[in-house]
């Protein structure tokens, strides 16, 4: 630990303490959720809301350094066994307790029980886990996939051959008729070993995968796409919306067929004849569409999101990533299958090519398409793949920036995110918005996850609350984004490229 890094303040990954506290359960609590998450550091004798390095006494510190120790083991269920080191910074000493990720999910404070003391990490915070996302930990921990567990019913031999006649009838219409002629149609027997079937004595019991795949989604009232257009950049208007149900094959094509319908396109003259093209690669929209339905979880009570606007198209999907997966495994092409029997019928449908295979697909058709690369966010429980033929400012969020790095000289190295803007864009319209109102306003993200990102606006100078909580209101400050931004163009980029240009300008000094 750095004091660099202390200073960049707490995240999904770090927490502060300024002492040991006297009730154990403050901390015990983060101990859980990093063990359920994707592990994690505490670190005692930091100040949470000023980061400042207060120490702990040295003639104390080994002393609650055991403490810590012992209490983590005695608390916790299945057992954790955390690093703890001691060290000095600024003559000052600090205990920094790291939490690997556990193989044995779910973690709990045995005292509360596995109901109510299973915690889970939300950005910078600890919450108490939802009953989906237990269910959600119980699965991994047994490394299990919700689609192939049962769905508590039999199915008839008229409902299975059915649905193989749906699968084979829907694939044998995409492909060319040599490709037809080598398909096989699948059995019972291939259902089963995808584990879409389960046999209970003579009977098949249906598991929820196959009812998914049927189309049968009473019990998943969830399991749905949302598609819808909106007029301008920013959620507000809608153009036109519609909800995909039905097989997911189906809702699959339903809404790849929508976004194809509503993408503008664009122009180009060769010779005599105008050709028209789409303004995003076919196989990108299809990709992001199809991995959002195979990949999501099915136990989080929200949809498939598929947004259009007037410079990209954003797919989101509910379900964190697991814990072994990170951004730049996926765009290597590493994956961990949530839904394994729906992505083995998927592979044979084609509409994936195999685990793994679909981020790098989708960086591959937009690079040769010469367009943005897609940008990827694992946020507040939910994936999100977006895809732009656009990328500059809107015209306001210009005129803002361009003043801004005039006026100022003061270097920083802090970045803004693309939802960061979003949150300032929506306060300068309504600075009197409180965290719901703004989280509603933008529509795709929890009010917990508004407190985070105010906060950090808070840390980074460019906002500012002036007056009480029920009175008062917001204030956009937008101080220099950095010394190096004039340089790189900052007035006609977004804020992303601006933060790219700086990073790559920072590595060839």
Request: charged share 30%; net charge positive.
């Amino acid at each position: 630990m750095t004091k660099e890094e202390i200073l960049a303040g707490e995240s999904e990954l770090l927490e502060f303490k300024r002492d040991v506290p006297e009730q154990s359960v403050k901390y015990i609590k983060t101990v859980v959720a990093f063990a359920n998450g994707k592990g994690g550091m505490i670190v005692f004798g930091v100040d949470d809301k000023t980061h400042k390095i207060v120490g702990i006494k040295k003639s104390e510190v080994f002393q609650k350094a055991d403490t810590i120790a012992d209490t983590i083991f005695n608390s916790c269920e299945p057992k954790i066994r955390p690093s703890i080191n001691l060290q000095e910074i600024d003559k000052r000493h600090i205990i920094v307790v790291t939490v690997p990720s556990g193989m044995q999910q779910p973690y709990y404070i045995k005292s509360m029980g596995i109901t109510e003391g299973t915690f889970v990490r939300v950005a910078a915070t600890t919450r108490e886990a939802e009953r989906y996302m237990l269910k959600e930990l119980l699965l991994e921990g047994e490394n299990e996939s919700f689609d192939q567990q049962p769905a508590g019913e039999t199915v008839s031999k008229e409902e299975v051959e059915n649905l193989c006649d749906k699968i084979y009838d829907f694939t044998a219409g995409t492909l060319s008729k040599k490709e037809r002629a080598a398909l096989r149609r699948p059995t019972v027997n291939q259902l089963l070993s995808w584990k879409l079937l389960k046999k209970e004595g003579r009977s098949l019991e249906a598991t929820n995968g196959f009812r998914l795949l049927q189309g049968k989604n009473e019990d998943f009232p969830d399991a749905k796409i949302q598609c819808a257009v909106f007029k301008g950049r920013t959620r507000g208007d809608f153009l036109k919306r519609q909800n995909m149900e039905g097989p997911l094959f189906e809702q699959i094509e339903s809404a790849y067929q929508f976004v194809m319908q509503n993408l503008p396109v664009q122009s180009k003259v060769k010779g005599l004849f105008r050709h028209d093209s789409s303004l995003l690669p076919e196989s990108a929209v299809r990709e992001a569409i199809a991995n959002a339905v195979c990949h999501r979880s099915y136990l989080i009570p929200r949809k498939v999101q598929v947004a259009l606007y007037d410079d990209r198209l954003e797919v989101t999907s509910p379900g964190t990533l697991c814990r072994d997966i990170t951004l730049e495994k996926m765009r290597e092409g590493m994956s961990s299958v949530r839904n394994k029997g729906i992505a083995e019928t998927f592979i044979y449908m084609r509409i994936v090519e195999t685990w793994g295979s679909g981020i790098p697909n989708i960086y591959k058709a937009m690079q040769e398409s010469g367009l943005p690369e897609p940008v990827m966010q694992d946020f507040y429980g939910d994936f999100r793949i977006t895809l732009y033929w656009k990328r500059e400012l809107p015209k306001t969020t210009q005129k803002t920036t361009q003043k801004t790095t005039q006026k100022t000289t003061q270097k920083t190295t802090q970045k803004i995110s693309e939802m960061e803007l979003k949150i300032l864009e929506v306060i300068k319209e309504n600075s009197g918005f409180s965290r719901n109102e703004i989280a509603e306003a933008i529509g795709d993200i929890t009010p917990d996850g508004i407190k985070y990102h105010l906060s950090s606006l808070q840390k980074k100078r460019l906002l500012k609350r002036v007056g009480g909580r029920k009175e008062g209101y917001w204030k956009v400050l937008m101080q220099q984004l950095s010394a190096d931004a004039k340089k790189a163009g900052s007035a006609e980029m977004t804020l992303d490229e601006i933060n790219a240009e700086i990073a790559a300008a920072r590595r060839g000094k």
